[in-house]
């Protein structure tokens, strides 16, 4: 099994309001593994924030997926992608 940190996942912002997990499976499933997505949702009204992540088992699954999806439109808006936080650090350079 992986550990949270060791998974190469993406940040996927401008998601509409009514994106949920689903959707960004069905998206980024084409290029490989997905092993979690997530949208990040409004506690009160359950509606997506606008943002979410995707998990690839491999990070060259995820690679391809960034090359592809950044600057794709969807739902009317268009995504950006990039690598989230814990994946842009080495186990080497991270802070401590």
Same mark, same amino acid.
């Given at each position: %099994? #992986?550990? @949270? +940190?060791?998974?190469?996942?993406? @940040?996927?912002?401008?998601?509409?309001?009514?994106?949920? =997990?689903?959707?960004? @499976?069905?998206?980024?499933?084409? !290029?490989?593994?997905?092993? @979690?997505?997530?949208?990040?949702? +409004? /506690?009160?009204?359950? =509606?997506?924030?606008? !943002?979410? !992540?995707?998990? #690839? =088992?491999? /990070?060259? +699954?995820? =690679?391809?997926?960034?090359?592809? %999806?950044?600057?794709?439109?969807? +739902?009317?808006?268009?995504?950006?992608?990039?690598?989230?936080?814990?994946?842009? #650090?080495?186990?080497?350079?991270?802070?401590?």
């Amino acid at each position: %099994m #992986f550990k @949270r +940190d060791d998974l190469p996942t993406l @940040r996927i912002q401008s998601l509409s309001v009514d994106a949920d =997990e689903d959707d960004l @499976r069905a998206l980024f499933e084409p !290029f490989g593994r997905v092993v @979690r997505a997530n949208v990040i949702k +409004d /506690r009160n009204t359950g =509606e997506s924030k606008g !943002f979410g !992540f995707v998990s #690839f =088992e491999s /990070r060259k +699954d995820a =690679e391809k997926a960034l090359a592809k %999806m950044n600057g794709y439109g969807y +739902d009317a808006l268009i995504l950006s992608v990039s690598w989230s936080r814990e994946s842009i #650090f080495s186990t080497s350079s991270r802070p401590r």
